[in-house]
């Protein structure tokens, strides 16, 4: 199965505003397209942070040209033609089905079992280059995991994933298979995946730490019980479909380099949480509030909240449905405060920091 008509019927898309009307129609569905939805943003990312020159020996690929913010410059955007997006499709879906036979992991009660959501992770994991620097920016998203970068010579290409990439390209790539049990599960440092009946067991997917640990395979209930701030005792998101689309919008980088960003995608990840925001999706989703207000304390949208009561959403988030035990939500605020000078505000949000740690 490849992408269905009303999908193609949205291609090419041209602009920011195009990948917006994409993802809205998505959104509507009630299983979003993750694969389609993260090669799309990483395929905007990589032409406009990663490779800004604008190629010319790569078939098919255009960039539509608009009027910048001064008169002498102008703001290209790399076009998604169909013809591009539905190869990068294809071949990911064919190299996840090819590898996983579904006859030998039986599912009597429609719910997947941990030896399958092992032989998924092994898929990835496997397909991964053996050595690159895991921490590097811009390889989060499928486009990263399928495209791959050339290497030295005589060394092949590889894909390439950080590690909360992985995590996500697990829960796509159960998603190709038919698996929708299989759902991502998020603490504000660690991502792995739950599955089962009403999403009752975890496992991990991805590695640990600066070690690389691999716990592939295990639940994480042993950290849940040492009460560590890893799993944050507990609470942690287990998040929907529309909830992994707002997980992919939030790891949106638009860094170019150290001290430049990408306005276009500054824009598109705010205009993409604003959308998530409208359709209740990131309401138990702390972190991406708090990525939203920052996003709005650089460039007010008109008619929106401003920044302090988008902090405080995500606070209210936090204590409503994860015990308070989410320490970001604070920070962010704590920043946004010693950003603007109110040191008493900012000690007071940092003290809050310091309360949910201590608890």
């Known amino acids: 199965m490849g992408l ?8 090419p898309l041209r602009s920011v505003a195009a990948v917006v009307r994409l993802f809205e129609a998505e959104l509507r569905q009630p299983e979003p397209d993750l694969v389609l939805l993260s090669l799309v943003l990483g395929f905007v990312e990589h032409f406009l942070a990663v490779n800004r020159v604008l190629p010319t020996n790569v078939p098919g690929l255009t960039f539509e040209s608009r009027p910048g913010p001064d008169p002498q410059t102008r ?22 089905r090819g590898a996983v036979d579904l006859s030998l992991y039986p599912r009597p009660d429609g719910c997947s079992s941990r030896e399958l959501v092992r032989k998924v992770s092994d898929v990835i994991w496997n397909s991964l280059s053996r ?3 895991k921490d590097r920016a811009h390889i989060q998203s499928l ?23 992985v995590a996500f390209a697990v829960v796509g790539a159960c ?4 698996l929708p049990d299989v759902h991502l599960a998020l603490s504000e440092d660690h991502a792995w995946v739950a599955f089962g009946a009403g999403g009752s067991q975890t496992a991990e997917v991805t590695w640990h730490g600066k070690g690389n640990e691999d716990r592939r395979g295990q639940p994480v209930q042993a950290g849940v019980a040492e009460r560590s701030w890893l799993y944050l005792k ?12 707002a997980f992919m919008v939030c790891a949106i980088n638009p860094s170019i380099d150290g001290h430049t960003d990408s306005l276009e995608l500054l824009q598109l990840q705010q205009r993409l949480l604003w ?3 409208d359709m209740g999706h990131l309401d138990r989703y702390p972190m991406a509030l708090g990525n939203l207000a920052d996003l709005e304390e650089l460039e007010p949208t008109p008619g929106r909240p401003d920044p302090l009561t988008l902090y405080h959403q995500g606070i209210h988030s936090a204590r409503t449905y994860y015990n308070n035990e989410h320490i970001y939500p604070y920070l962010y605020l704590a920043g946004f405060h010693c950003r603007n000078k109110n040191v008493k505000e900012a000690l007071e949000a940092w003290a809050d920091t310091a309360t949910v740690i201590q608890e």
């Open 4 to 11: 269905k008509p009303w999908q193609k019927a949205l291609f």
């Open 75 to 96: 703001l290209y955007f790399p076009v998604a033609e169909l013809s591009i997006v539905a190869a990068l499709y294809a071949r990911f879906t064919a190299q996840i």
């Open 131 to 133: 050595s690159y620097f």
């Open 143 to 165: 486009f990263s995991f399928i495209t791959g970068e050339e290497g030295p010579p005589r060394v092949p290409p590889g894909t390439k994933l950080d590690s909360s990439g």
């Open 175 to 178: 998603q190709v298979l038919g």
């Open 234 to 245: 507990g609470s942690y998101l287990r998040c929907t479909r529309h909830m992994e689309v």
């Open 275 to 277: 959308l998530l925001y």
